[in-house]
C-alpha cells in the first residue's frame, strides 16, 4: 500500500512538473501502475479475483490511453511543431 | 526476514528508484528506458502476490506494448524537429510540495488502519477462475472494454492519417 502511494505521488509529481507532453503521459502511466499494484495486493489479501480482473481492465484501457494520447501528441507535433505543453496555447482567446 | 520479504523490499527499492529516474532524468529516452524498468519491477511485485497471470499481462502489455510505442513516439517527433528532445521541468518546488502533500495524506490515512497480515488461501487454479470470472459477472466490461479498443484503435488510425 505504502509503496503503492509513493510510485503514485511520483508520478503525480511528473504530471505537475514535466513540460514535455510526453513525459506528462509517462507520469500518468505510473500513476496508473501504483493503482493497479494496490487493486492487486486488495484482492490477493481479500482472496477475491475480483480485483485481479479489474486490474486486467485498467491495464487494458491504459494500453489504448497510451496509443490514444501518443497518437494526439504526434498529431499536435504536425500541426504545432512542438511538444511542449506551455506552448499548447490554441484556445487563448 | 523471510526471503519473501528481501525479495519485496528489493523490489520495492528498485520500483521508487527506477520511478524517481522517470519524472527527473533529464533525457527523455533514459526516462521511458527507466519506465520500462518500474513496470518490470511491478510484474515482479505482482508475482509476489502470487498473481502470475496479471504479472505476465503487465509484462507483454505494459512493458513490451507501452514501451514501444512511446519509444515510436520519441524517434518520430525527434526526426521531424531535427534535435534531441531534452526535457525541462517547471515549478519542481511546488510540484513536490503537492505531491508531498498528497503522500503524507495518503500514507497518514493508510497507517490509521493496519491491514491484515494474514493472507487467505487463493483458488488453486486462480487463472481459471480469473477466466469465468471476466466471462460471467464481468462480461459487460469486457464487451465494453473491446468496443472502446475498437475506438482507441480507429481514433488513432484517423489522427495518425497521412495529410490529403
Known sequence: ?93 | MTGEMVAFWGLAVLLVGSALAVVLSKNLFHAVLWLALALTGTAGVFLLLEAEFIAWVQLLLYAGGIVTIVVFAIVVTERLVGERISQTSRRIAGGAIVAGALLASILSAILEQPLAAARPALPAELTRDLGEAVLTRFVMPFELLALLMLAALMSAIYFARPDD
Open chain 1, 1 to 93: 500500500m505504502a509503496l503503492a502511494a509513493v510510485v503514485f505521488c511520483i508520478g503525480l509529481f511528473g504530471v505537475v512538473t514535466r513540460r514535455n507532453t510526453i513525459g506528462i503521459l509517462l507520469g500518468i502511466e505510473l500513476m496508473l501502475n501504483a493503482v493497479n499494484i494496490n487493486l492487486v495486493a486488495f484482492a490477493r489479501f481479500g482472496a477475491d479475483v475480483t480485483g485481479m480482473v479489474f486490474t486486467m481492465f485498467t491495464i487494458c484501457i491504459t494500453v489504448a490511453e497510451a496509443a490514444l494520447g501518443l497518437a494526439i501528441v504526434i498529431l499536435l507535433f504536425r500541426v504545432r511543431r512542438t511538444v511542449m505543453a506551455d506552448h499548447l496555447d490554441l484556445l487563448k482567446g
